[in-house]
């Protein structure tokens, strides 16, 4: 552990405070955490938490949930510009006029979005539980926002539901090609494919394995083989690589870097933490609309 990692122990440690991580963030950054996982872990380790601070190491929609779902506690996020550019890729009067239009409609919306478009939907979901929870809603229609590619992975999990998609997208996953895949397959024919439903669907459509990064990880973990070809972020290579000392993981293209994650360095996490700045705010309107949003993924997901 370096110098700035115990001083933000120490701090983390006077001040009462957790620190959580996604597993996209610097590795750095993951050690200091108390808590690293995907987005359903991390939402309900916020959730739970009986700390006086939350900092939430991770993209602003991340910090946003965390403030949502436990709004007594004073949520800080090291850069406030580390955004998720999918985050805000539905429309409102998109939301509203497909509601015109299907009685009967559900609005599902990946927890990959802002407080606002959280507020006009009945139940967000995360990478890990959205087919769970689509299963259980008694609705026929569902619009799926606001990304198309986990949309179209839920509708082949369940196809007795109406799937509505909208276009958001994740840069990072969509950037990841099909040349690419059968490119990395020829250098390493033994590996396995483990991809995020994020990717493409020619993508989803050649892997061995898809999931959210915890069920990446879990999956690599307990499998026998030896070596694998990882179409997500590139910071899970840290988890992948601690845990599996004697495997082999291979990025499948060399852009795999959310640039929002990769702005949460140690340095911001440290003036945060000790200058108790960069709280989230939540117009109050909005938090208790979204919380019904997410309380309802959490009750689902069980
Ligand atoms: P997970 O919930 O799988 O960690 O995904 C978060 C994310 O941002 C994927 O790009
Ligand atoms: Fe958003 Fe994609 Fe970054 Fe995940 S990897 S936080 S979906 S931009």
């Known amino acids: 552990m370096n110098e700035l990692q115990k001083r933000i122990i120490e701090l983390k440690e006077k001040k009462h405070a957790v620190i959580l991580a996604h597993y996209y963030v610097p590795e750095d950054v993951q050690q200091i955490a108390d808590y690293i996982g995907d987005s359903y872990y991390l939402s309900e380790k916020a959730k739970e938490t009986d700390k006086d601070i939350i900092v939430f190491a991770g993209v602003s929609f991340m910090g946003e949930s965390a403030k949502i779902l436990n709004t007594e506690k004073k949520v800080l996020i090291p850069d406030p510009s580390a955004d998720c550019?999918?985050?805000?890729?539905?429309?409102?009067?998109?939301?509203?006029?497909?509601?015109?239009?299907?009685?009967?409609?559900?609005?599902?919306?990946?927890?990959?979005?802002?407080?606002?478009?959280?507020?006009?939907?009945?139940?967000?979901?995360?990478?890990?539980?959205?087919?769970?929870?689509?299963?259980?809603?008694?609705?026929?229609?569902?619009?799926?926002?606001?990304?198309?590619?986990?949309?179209?992975?839920?509708?082949?999990?369940?196809?007795?539901?109406?799937?509505?998609?909208?276009?958001?997208?994740?840069?990072v996953h969509r950037d990841i090609t099909l040349e690419e895949v059968k490119k990395s397959q020829s250098m390493h024919p033994k590996a396995l494919v483990l991809v995020h439903p994020e990717c493409e669907k020619e993508i989803t459509a050649e892997a061995d394995f898809i999931g959210s990064?915890?069920?990446?990880?879990?999956?690599?973990?307990?499998?026998?083989?030896?070596?694998?070809?990882?179409?997500?972020?590139?910071?899970?290579?840290?988890?992948?690589?601690?845990?599996?000392?004697?495997?082999?993981?291979?990025?499948?293209?060399?852009?795999?870097?959310?640039?929002?994650?990769?702005?949460?360095?140690?340095e911001k996490v440290y003036h945060c933490i000790k200058d108790e700045n960069n709280e989230v705010i939540i117009k109050e309107e909005t938090r208790k609309k979204a919380k019904e949003a997410l309380d309802r993924m959490l009750e689902l997901a069980k």
């Open 85 to 171: 550019e999918m985050a805000h890729m539905a429309d409102v009067n998109k939301i509203h006029r497909m509601r015109e239009m299907y009685s009967d409609l559900a609005v599902v919306c990946y927890i990959n979005s802002t407080a606002e478009l959280k507020a006009e939907s009945d139940v967000c979901v995360t990478s890990s539980n959205a087919v769970k929870i689509v299963k259980k809603l008694s609705n026929k229609n569902i619009f799926f926002i606001p990304d198309k590619n986990l949309g179209t992975y839920v509708a082949q999990k369940v196809p007795e539901k109406n799937i509505i998609l909208n276009d958001g997208y994740c840069p």
């Open 213 to 266: 990064t915890s069920e990446i990880i879990s999956f690599a973990t307990e499998k026998e083989e030896k070596e694998y070809l990882i179409g997500t972020e590139d910071g899970v290579f840290y988890e992948l690589r601690k845990k599996n000392p004697n495997k082999r993981f291979y990025p499948i293209c060399s852009r795999q870097s959310c640039a929002g994650m990769k702005r949460i360095t140690l």
